[in-house]
């Protein structure tokens, strides 16, 4: 696609409920990032996938936090039994391999809020 | 591990009057770059301006310029003759280069409001 697309915008949960984030990255972007974005901070590195490994998940916090990438391509984030800590927004990102300074092409976020 | 610290939670600006953000990060690497992104309300983060930390001279883009002080481990970002449309959070991220995590790390931002 022309650029990173993410799903759903935004998300309701009731606190226990499980949910699942979409991220589609730039076609051919081999690096993929997801980040959580809370109220008025800066976005705070969850986990990084090159292809279909997860490079680095050191980010994520908490074991009910999972992200895969199967086919290297669309990646989900995955939060079990939500908390209300859990209200973000969840960036992903996509990186080109052939741009050696980095610069990251951030999808439009998923508002997550939990009650 | 590397940590960037916007210090200015909030600036304002006239428009076309200009205005500078501040940015300082701390690192032991020699090779790295910095970066200026945008995020407009409720849309998605942009890149505005990026630095390759083995240039000396400040990278520009338009109407926007960075002062980069690698002695000082500082990157702030000059917007000139500011408009209405730059008024947005702008972050201030830091990468390492060949050798080091190829993960982003960024401040907390700087909200900059633009008025008429």
């Known amino acids: 696609g022309a650029g990173v697309s993410q799903s759903p915008r935004y998300k309701v949960a009731k606190r226990g409920q499980d949910v699942a984030l979409r991220c589609d990255p730039i076609?051919?972007?081999?690096?993929l990032f997801w980040y959580q974005q809370a109220l008025g901070q800066g976005p705070e590195f969850l986990t990084y996938?090159?292809?279909?490994?997860?490079?680095?998940k050191s980010g994520l916090p908490s074991d009910r936090f999972f992200a895969e990438r199967p086919e290297g391509s669309v990646s989900t984030l995955k939060i079990q039994r939500t908390q209300q800590e859990d209200s973000a927004v969840y960036l992903c990102?996509?990186?080109?391999?052939?741009?050696?300074?980095?610069?990251?092409?951030f999808g439009e976020g998923s508002r997550l809020t939990v009650l | 591990a590397q940590t960037v610290t916007q210090s200015q939670p909030e600036m304002s600006v006239q428009e076309a009057e200009t205005v500078t953000l501040s940015c300082t990060y701390d690192?032991?690497?020699?090779?790295?770059?910095l970066f200026w992104y945008k995020q407009p309300p409720s849309r998605q983060m942009i890149l505005v301006i990026r630095?390759?930390?083995?240039?000396?001279q400040n990278a520009t883009e338009n109407r926007f310029s960075v002062n980069f002080q690698k002695a000082a481990k500082s990157f702030s970002l000059k917007i000139s003759d500011s408009q209405l449309g730059d008024a947005a959070m702008y972050f201030c991220?830091?990468?390492?280069?060949?050798?080091?995590?190829?993960?982003?790390?960024f401040g907390r931002g700087t909200s900059l409001i633009v008025h008429p």
């Open positions: 990102a996509s990186l080109s391999t052939g741009d050696a300074t980095g610069e990251l092409f």
């Open positions: 076609s051919g972007h081999v690096s």
């Open positions: 996938f090159q292809n279909e490994a997860q490079l680095d």
């Open positions: 690192t032991s690497e020699s090779d790295y770059y």
């Open positions: 630095q390759e930390a083995y240039k000396q």
């Open positions: 991220a830091y990468r390492s280069g060949t050798g080091g995590s190829y993960i982003p790390t």
